[in-house]
């Protein structure tokens, strides 16, 4: 069957096409699209040619990932269904994640209408509130993942650094659990969406570049918990400054080959490493109750919508910068 798809075809390439996807099977669904949100990290580093699957790192000699269908999350509705498939119905709200393509460098796809997606990757949605709000919940139960993984208690200190959407929904996360949290950034559009209740603290690095002193300020007796969403192994080596004794750093960037810690200095706090990547169903679960519940907010880091087919517009925003943006949503009706 033909679909409309975002491809990447080269570095920096980016095209809206008719592509060719599997004919449904019977544990399949196929979903409408109505949106999809973009991962600006992940995605990006696709786009630049920095990766070549999930969390690996395109080295020396490794082919080019292109051309590829980016993304792995997106709502619709249920347009049909296998005959193995029980649990839907037609015109159900889904959310759905990757679905299934042919003739690309990975038979998955994320920014693809309409979606031939397995039942295991396709998620009932609540009611409330607005379904744009689960459009992004892959990512958003990443920082999710990074918020929980480690033990806090209420008062206690945690530190995120990285304003994007992964640190957003981290800070957010062990905000809900009662912690004290300190957001750090570059952006203080960003930093002022996280900002703005009790117990809630930013620090933006273009003021002033050295957040380990600030941190220390804050949390005089040490963070118990340290999040680094930027994929920096000096990051991760500062947290020994940061974290009290017995103190968790957790990591969720992508390091590309500069993924070498020193482990050293982190053992002299006797600090436990905790390493997220990709997404569970129980984790999804939980993310969506959390979303539903209004405890992980969505729909105040969308900061831009296009159309589908204008999705080379979107990545031009996205790496140029050349205004404030964060959450980027396609919009395929």
Same mark, same amino acid.
């Given at each position: 069957m033909k679909a409309q798809a975002v491809v990447f075809t080269g570095p920096r390439q980016v095209e809206f096409r008719t592509i060719d996807c599997p004919e449904p099977g019977p544990s399949d669904v196929v979903v409408r699209v109505t949106h999809s949100?973009?991962?600006?990290?992940?995605?990006?580093?696709?786009?630049?040619?920095?990766?070549?699957?999930?969390?690996?790192?395109?080295r020396e000699g490794d082919p080019w990932p292109f051309p590829i269908v980016s993304g792995y999350q997106k709502i619709g509705f249920v347009e049909a269904v296998g005959a193995d498939v029980e649990d839907l119905e037609i015109g159900e709200r889904v959310f759905a994640v990757c679905g299934n393509v042919e003739g690309m460098f990975e038979s998955w796809a994320g920014h693809v209408n309409p979606s031939v997606t397995p039942r295991s990757q396709v998620y009932k949605l609540p009611d409330q509130p607005d379904p744009l709000a689960y459009a992004g919940l892959v990512l958003t139960q990443v920082g999710y993942n990074c918020g929980v993984r480690s033990p806090i208690g209420i008062g206690q200190g945690a530190v995120v650094v990285g304003d994007g959407l992964v640190g957003q929904w981290a800070a957010q996360t062990l905000a809900w659990r009662g912690a004290e949290v300190l957001l750090v950034g570059r952006h203080g559009d960003r930093l002022d969406r996280f900002a703005g209740k009790p117990y809630r603290h930013i620090h933006n690095l273009s003021r002033d570049p050295d957040w380990v002193a600030a941190a220390r300020r804050l949390f005089p007796d040490g963070a118990t918990v340290a999040v680094d969403t930027v994929g920096s192994a000096g990051v991760m080596e500062s947290f020994f400054e940061v974290l009290h004794r017995f103190g968790h750093a957790v990591s969720a960037g992508f390091y590309?080959?500069?993924?070498? &810690?020193?482990?050293?200095?982190?053992?002299?706090? *006797?600090?436990? @490493?905790? !390493? &997220?990547?990709?997404?569970?169903?129980?984790?999804? *679960?939980?993310? @969506?109750? !959390?979303?539903?519940?209004?405890?992980?907010?969505?729909?105040?880091?969308?900061?831009?919508?296009f159309p589908a087919r204008r999705a080379a517009d979107a990545w031009e925003l996205i790496e140029s910068k050349s205004e404030p943006v964060l959450g980027v949503i396609l919009d395929w009706e």
């Open positions: 949100w973009i991962s600006n990290g992940t995605e990006g580093s696709y786009l630049r040619g920095e990766r070549i699957a999930g969390d690996t790192p395109r590309g080959t500069e993924d070498r &810690v020193a482990l050293q200095p982190l053992r002299y706090g *006797e600090l436990s @490493i905790e !390493l &997220v990547s990709g997404l569970r169903p129980f984790r999804m *679960e939980e993310t @969506i109750r !959390l979303i539903a519940g209004g405890y992980l907010e969505t729909l105040p880091l969308i900061t831009h919508h």
